[in-house]
């Protein structure tokens, strides 16, 4: 039988069904793992048959088909949409339906049912394959909203000495860009290792899984599954609900479940989203006692006698600022320096500036200044006061001193559980943040403050790494990889990230790091994208100096976000373009019009090399992109942009 093609049986148990002939069924793709029959369940056992065997929240029946695929015991899911979204409430976000995963029906006795697909299992996938010999460990950490200001990053005036413990055995990557300055599209693209442009994941409403291709993909932490290792994890490192169940069972091990932060270390009473909040003791917040679970997990994955990658997701420094109060009162709030580069750039457009967040904010538990009463209207034009400045970053540079101490708890682990040197260890942000810079608070731009993040890696194999800097650029895409290279497995398939390897090797070992956009130094790309899209209440700018809407384009369906910004960063420049997006239909027919004139442009000079990135100030504060004396650069990037970003369907 011909892949994509129903068995005689079930096409006239259709055709029974819709009182006609049996047809074509459109909706199943060429070749597809699964017969997907639209308006239809299955529901009856054959003798001995079992029934229901699972019943998950899935965003698509075709994520419904990949994992009934993967469960032995299931041969058809029956996939029940919501049409209302988020499990039934009224909103655009998190729109899912339920898998209900059967053992062997009998495929003459459909129901007709609206709202179902029905996914009949017709290939079951490759077997695992083998652990490579020697493959090591690995331990992956993510904080969320975590800039690189760090001692490692010479940022010295943040406590963190447990990043000093860790630079000093890892190596730094000075220039590591997200893909998207928000959490969902980051994490969709770094755990997939492919870019917001082929997940199809812009903002808070879609995931990877929810479209054909992306549902059969394998994720980082999956593709490490494949190769037999015990493969666990905790916390925030998919984003919650995106995919939905932190993409278990697909993308993880049942040794023990995936520990989710909710409900762990919930935030005190009184504490508000954009919000302060020393608390008294270290173990109430969720890190630490996520961090907790985590260490008892390499413990007990340590025995073990297959290898390990085991993920731990960091809530902190997002808000609010939770750090126990020992840490907060480790900074004197009157000696915090804040930035000089207090509005947006100079000839900057206002398409490329964030709304707000800290408009309105819920300052109720802890604001000696009075925040909350004086200054709830602010924007990057308006920006607060410094005393304002200085509360804000206190909270959030309290919060990376716990973060700091997490980290070292974990490192601690490893070193109790006897295998430090044999994982490799990676730690990365999210996505970059601004504090005050260019006017803006938190994410959600191009800016170099947007996109930057930290990301060091350890590779004990390669001792001569230990200490050292990497000053290329690089993708928060090449780490899934760089991890599977360091670990010992072969490069994984139809990825958009490139293995960072080389970086690790003594200099005299070293090949040219291969990328789309060309041949760069041994060290790093030659140069890093990145995308984020707008939707302005109006278009035109002439109503407001800020285009957009509250809370951007978060909950907006693909269809209707109307711009995106395309941004590039090369050694000594970030060039950034806008365009009208329209995106009818999703893989096949989505993207910008790369010949139409763009709505805006921006060009920052970044020269200097790695010694200029230590201060802040100095980023993106004159948009040069109208200056006739540098027009020759603006061409030339307009080009890598337009190399990289023509869309290319994933159908």
Not at 53 to 65: A, G, N
Request: proline content about 10%.
């Amino acid at each position: 039988m011909k892949c994509g093609m129903l068995p005689f049986t079930v096409a006239a148990a259709i055709a029974a069904v819709a009182g006609g002939a049996a047809s074509p069924l459109p909706s199943t793709p060429p070749n597809s793992p699964c017969n997907f029959v639209p308006g239809t369940a299955f529901e009856t056992a054959v003798p001995g048959g079992e029934g229901v065997i699972l019943k998950m929240p899935m965003t698509s029946q075709w994520e419904c088909c990949a994992v009934c695929r993967r469960e032995p015991r299931c041969f058809v899911g029956n996939y029940v949409a919501d049409t209302k979204g988020n499990h039934g409430k009224p909103s655009d976000w998190n729109i899912t339906g339920v898998c209900y995963m059967r053992g062997r029906v009998d495929t003459t006795k459909p129901t007709a049912k609206p709202n179902v697909t029905a996914c009949l299992v017709e290939q079951r996938p490759p077997p695992m394959q083998p652990t490579p010999k020697g493959a090591l460990n690995v331990l992956y950490v993510v904080s969320d909203d975590m800039r690189p200001e760090l001692p490692p990053y010479g940022q010295h005036h943040v406590i963190a000495p447990n990043f000093e413990r860790f630079a000093a055995s890892a190596t730094t990557f000075d220039r590591a860009y997200c893909q998207q300055s928000i959490c969902s599209p980051s994490r969709n693209s770094f755990m997939s290792g492919r870019r917001p442009d082929r997940t199809g994941v812009f903002n808070f409403v879609n995931d990877f899984r929810d479209f054909a291709a992306g549902a059969e993909w394998l994720s980082l932490p999956q593709y490490f599954k494949q190769f037999n290792y015990t493969v666990l994890g905790h916390s925030k490192l998919f984003h919650r609900g995106h995919p939905e169940n932190n993409d278990e069972p697909l993308s993880w091990t049942q040794e023990q479940p995936y520990v989710s932060q909710v409900g762990v270390g919930e935030n005190p009473p009184g504490c508000g989203y954009f919000d302060v909040c020393p608390i008294p003791f270290a173990n109430q917040t969720v890190d630490y006692q996520i961090v907790s679970k985590a260490v008892a997990t390499i413990a007990m994955a340590a025995r073990m006698r297959r290898p390990f990658f085991i993920g731990v997701g960091l809530i902190r420094p997002h808000l609010p600022f939770v750090a126990p109060r020992a840490l907060y009162n480790l900074y004197n709030e009157s000696a915090i320096n804040i930035t000089a580069n207090v509005g947006p750039p100079l000839h900057g457009p206002g398409v490329a500036l964030n709304d707000c967040v800290f408009a309105h904010a819920n300052w109720s538990y802890h604001d000696p200044l009075g925040i909350k009463e004086q200054y709830t209207n602010m924007t990057p034009y308006t920006p607060y006061p410094p005393d304002a400045q200085r509360f804000l970053r206190h909270g959030y540079y309290a919060a990376i001193t716990h973060v700091d101490q997490q980290v070292g708890r974990l490192l601690d682990a490893l070193e109790d559980a006897g295998v430090a040197d044999r994982t490799v260890v990676a730690f990365h942000g999210d996505h970059g943040w601004h504090l005050g810079e260019q006017g803006e608070w938190t994410k959600k731009t191009n800016f170099e403050l947007g996109t930057r993040v930290p990301l060091l890696i350890r590779a004990p194999q390669h001792p001569a790494s230990f200490g050292t800097h990497a000053p290329g650029l690089a993708e928060l895409i090449d780490v899934y990889p760089t991890l599977a290279d360091l670990a010992g497995l072969p490069p994984p398939p139809d990825i958009d990230g490139t293995s960072l390897k080389s970086a690790f090797l003594p200099p005299g070992h070293r090949a040219p790091v291969s990328a789309e956009g060309g041949v760069s130094t041994p060290t790093g790309k030659q140069y890093a994208f990145s995308q984020f899209p707008q939707c302005p209440i109006d278009p035109t700018g002439k109503t407001l100096p800020i285009w957009h809407a509250k809370m951007s384009c978060q909950g907006y369906p693909r269809e209707k976000i109307p711009i995106f910004g395309y941004s590039v960063r090369s050694e000594d420049w970030r060039y950034t373009e806008w365009y009208y997006f329209r995106c009818p239909a999703w893989p096949t027919d989505c993207g910008v019009d790369w010949a139409a004139p763009p709505i805006a442009t921006e060009l920052y000079n970044h020269s200097g090399g790695v010694a200029a990135m230590q201060d802040y100030d100095n980023f993106d504060v004159v948009n040069l992109a109208g200056d006739p004396q540098y027009a020759n650069v603006t061409q030339a990037l307009h080009a890598v942009l337009r190399m990289q970003f023509t869309f290319n369907s994933t159908a």
